[in-house]
């Protein structure tokens, strides 16, 4: 299985950028690089995902390394409701069937 | 609104008796999923389902039981064979068979098991 690392905590002030990264050496040249959080209690949530071009949405910026041995999620300007544990996920190449992993994650503690 | 609800919220268990968490999902989903997630750790597959009347063993089924006679349920029973049954189990489901690429998963909000 394609595996990633992530920091196990972050911390980052109100208003402020959120640079979270995540390793993926082993990734395969099709694999997708998902990104979940999850808040205090609940479900994880969908962020973004991305193969090769840098993404954007209302949540988050996914920028993706040249070379794709790591990826970084953005956030750009942290409220406290992003408090979350993030998680980076890789899929496995099309064609077979394959359940998401999620590790750890990173913990963002967000300070007001 | 479209979603999957989970219940109950909370759950309590007694020692030897089993007990049945319910997921439901109208988002017209193939594919359902159940996770484990003890506190500090990541989550761990127990049971998926790709289509109706047919499932797969996750990481850690031992203890755990499913079915999927409709689309839109897939409930999950915590049996009595399993000794340490104590967490928080998430929900989940996709709209197709994940073969990898861009599809994601979306979760319902969780029930917490406590046993008493």
């Known amino acids: 299985d394609a595996k990633t690392t992530q920091p196990n905590s972050m911390e980052s002030n109100e208003e402020e950028p959120v640079h979270l990264p995540c390793n993926h050496s082993t990734i395969s040249g099709t694999d997708y690089i998902h990104w979940y959080r999850q808040l205090p209690s609940q479900g994880p949530e969908y962020v973004i995902h991305g193969l090769t071009s840098n993404v954007n949405n209302r949540m988050a910026s996914l920028a993706i390394a040249e070379d794709r041995k790591s990826s970084t999620l953005i956030l750009h300007r942290a409220t406290l409701r992003d408090a979350a544990v993030y998680y980076c996920i890789l899929s496995q190449p099309p064609g077979g069937s394959y359940i998401p992993t999620f590790g750890r994650g990173t913990s963002l503690i967000v300070h007001p | 609104d479209g979603g999957i609800t989970q219940s109950p919220k909370y759950l309590f268990r007694k020692e030897g008796q089993n007990v049945t968490l319910s997921c439901e999902q109208n988002l017209n989903h193939d594919a359902m999923y159940w996770y484990r997630q003890d506190p500090g750790q990541g989550l761990r597959l127990i049971y998926y389902?790709?289509?109706?009347?047919?499932?797969q063993k996750g990481d850690i089924a031992e203890g755990y039981s499913v079915s999927r006679e409709k689309k839109e349920s897939f409930p999950l029973t915590v049996t009595s064979a399993q000794k340490n049954p104590t967490a928080f189990y998430l929900c989940?489901?996709?709209?197709?068979?994940?073969?990898?690429?861009?599809?994601?998963?979306?979760f319902g909000p969780g029930t917490r098991l406590l046993v008493l």
């Open positions: 389902s790709q289509i109706v009347n047919d499932f």
């Open positions: 989940a489901s996709s709209p197709r068979r994940l073969a990898g690429g861009w599809e994601t998963q979306y």
